[in-house]
Nanobody
Framework: VQLQASGGGSVQAGGSLRLSCAASRGTFGTNAIGWYRQAPGRQRELVAYISNGGSTHYTDVAKGRFTISRDNAKSTVYLQMNSLKPEDTAVYYC????????????????WGRGTLVTVSS
C-alpha cells in the first residue's frame, strides 16, 4: 500500500481546504484510512478515520468542521476542512490501518508523506 497525501496549502482563518489521500496500489489488507496531523513541538494526533465500509469517526478537533469521505473507485480518501483555525496549522498525514477503529499512530501500518496546512489569522 502506497499513500500520497495532497491538497495542503495556506489559507486564512475561516477558509477551507480539501485534502486527498490516494492509494496507488489500493488498500489491500487494511481496514481503515485515517488522517493525522502534527504541529511543531506537538505529538501526532488523530483527526478522523473512515473504514472500508464507510463508517467514520472524528476526534474533537474535527467534529462539526471536517468531513472525511472516500471514493473507492479512485482509491482515494478525502478530508474536507471548513472553518479552519490557526490552531489547525500542521502537517497532515494519511495512514492505513489493519484495525477497524484505529485510535493512535501505533495502530497504523502504512503512512503517506505529509502535506502542510497553514492557517493564518
Amino acid at each position: 500500500v502506497q499513500l500520497q497525501a495532497s491538497g495542503g496549502g495556506s489559507v486564512q482563518a475561516g477558509g477551507s481546504l480539501r485534502l486527498s489521500c490516494a492509494a496507488s496500489r489500493g488498500t489491500f489488507g487494511t481496514n481503515a484510512i485515517g488522517w493525522y496531523r502534527q504541529a511543531p513541538g506537538r505529538q501526532r494526533e488523530l483527526v478522523a478515520y473512515i473504514s472500508n465500509g464507510g463508517s467514520t469517526h472524528y476526534t474533537d478537533v474535527a467534529k462539526g468542521r471536517f468531513t472525511i469521505s472516500r471514493d473507492n473507485a479512485k482509491s482515494t480518501v478525502y478530508l474536507q476542512m471548513n472553518s479552519l483555525k490557526p490552531e489547525d496549522t500542521a502537517v497532515y498525514y494519511c495512514a492505513a490501518s489493519r484495525r477497524y477503529e484505529p485510535t493512535s499512530p501505533e495502530d497504523m501500518v502504512y503512512w503517506g508523506r505529509g502535506t502542510l496546512v497553514t492557517v493564518s489569522s
